[in-house]
């Protein structure tokens, strides 16, 4: 069965300092108020995960919020200057990694072939990828997002095997939504993530669509999460903003509690 997610992607935001104490206070939040078992992911900046970690193994949250990197090199290692390996993260602490992001797309021209190649390196070592779908503004208005979506997921993660892909996470992301404050509708959100599990329907089976979580991104926020989250095929959601703010954050961990 998929598992419930609500994962909080900092970005490029906090320092060392600014991200143990946002952190602390999710965590105590969380132990004081969620009474779900979503899973409950914080991707902080390479900089600041081992310390988030040993704060994290010295507290009584443990396992409770999971970390994740929001990025990985695409080789194993080598002269890659300012690049980080999926081996290091996963040495630091970190269990997930975002791969594919819209701002690693757009900034950094990261291709879906390439993106393949990270998805192979984080689950080598045994990081589960938070792998990033989504459409811009113009590609839904010409009308080929759906299009767009399929060879993201074709070229970038359908080339895993059955028992391999059903542990990936899937983070629909609608480039227009994303810091924006237009969020998609539910509607909107759920036609799309159904969209998705019906090609892993097609490219898999039955069974392997149902166990890869979906996951909505973009203006997710407390007042949205909860219609967004109730829809059939919508598992969670990556979030921007309303995760550097504890009280946003865990309100909308909250929302599977309802
Ligand atoms: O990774 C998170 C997404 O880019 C969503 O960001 P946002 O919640 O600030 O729109």
Same mark, same amino acid.
């Given at each position: 069965?998929?598992?419930?997610?609500?994962?909080?992607?900092?970005?490029?935001?906090?320092?060392?300092?600014?991200?143990?104490?946002?952190?602390?206070?999710?965590?105590?939040?969380?132990?004081?108020?969620?009474?779900?078992?979503?899973?409950?992911?914080?991707?902080? &900046?390479?900089?600041? $995960?081992?310390?988030?970690? @040993?704060?994290?193994?010295?507290?009584?949250?443990? %396992?409770? /919020? =999971?970390?994740?990197?929001?990025?990985?090199?695409?080789?194993?290692?080598?002269?890659?200057?300012?690049?980080?390996?999926?081996?290091?993260?996963?040495?630091?602490?970190?269990?997930?990694?975002?791969?594919?992001?819209?701002?690693?797309?757009?900034?950094?021209?990261?291709?879906?072939?390439?993106?393949?190649?990270?998805?192979?390196?984080?689950?080598?070592?045994?990081?589960? &990828?938070?792998?990033? $779908?989504?459409?811009?503004? @113009?590609?839904?208005?010409?009308?080929?997002?759906? %299009?767009? /979506? =399929?060879?993201?997921?074709?070229?970038?993660?359908?080339?895993?095997?059955?028992?391999?892909?059903?542990?990936?996470?899937?983070?629909?992301?609608?480039?227009?939504?994303?810091?924006?404050?237009?969020?998609?509708?539910?509607?909107?959100?759920?036609?799309?993530?159904?969209?998705?599990?019906?090609?892993?329907?097609?490219?898999?089976?039955?069974?392997?669509?149902?166990?890869?979580?979906?996951?909505?991104?973009?203006?997710?926020?407390?007042?949205?999460?909860?219609?967004?989250?109730?829809?059939?095929?919508?598992?969670?959601?990556?979030?921007?903003?309303?995760?550097?703010?504890?009280?946003?954050?865990?309100?909308?961990?909250?929302?599977?509690?309802?």
């Amino acid at each position: 069965m998929r598992k419930k997610i609500v994962a909080g992607n900092w970005k490029m935001n906090n320092d060392l300092q600014e991200s143990l104490k946002l952190f602390s206070e999710v965590a105590n939040m969380v132990k004081d108020e969620v009474s779900n078992d979503a899973e409950i992911i914080v991707s902080a &900046p390479f900089t600041n $995960i081992y310390a988030l970690d @040993q704060w994290k193994n010295g507290s009584d949250i443990h %396992d409770k /919020i =999971k970390l994740s990197g929001q990025n990985c090199c695409w080789e194993e290692s080598g002269a890659y200057t300012g690049e980080v390996s999926a081996k290091m993260l996963k040495s630091i602490g970190a269990e997930y990694v975002i791969i594919g992001h819209s701002e690693r797309r757009q900034y950094f021209a990261e291709t879906n072939a390439l993106l393949a190649k990270k998805v192979d390196l984080a689950l080598k070592h045994e990081l589960i &990828p938070i792998f990033c $779908i989504g459409e811009t503004l @113009q590609e839904r208005e010409k009308n080929i997002h759906l %299009d767009l /979506i =399929k060879n993201q997921l074709q070229e970038g993660l359908f080339h895993l095997i059955k028992s391999v892909v059903k542990t990936v996470v899937i983070a629909y992301e609608p480039v227009w939504a994303i810091g924006t404050g237009l969020t998609a509708t539910p509607e909107q959100a759920q036609e799309i993530h159904a969209f998705i599990r019906q090609l892993i329907v097609e490219g898999y089976d039955e069974e392997t669509a149902n166990e890869v979580s979906i996951l909505y991104g973009g203006s997710c926020n407390p007042s949205n999460a909860a219609s967004l989250f109730s829809q059939k095929d919508i598992d969670g959601g990556l979030i921007g903003g309303a995760s550097l703010k504890s009280r946003d954050f865990t309100d909308i961990i909250k929302t599977f509690n309802s």
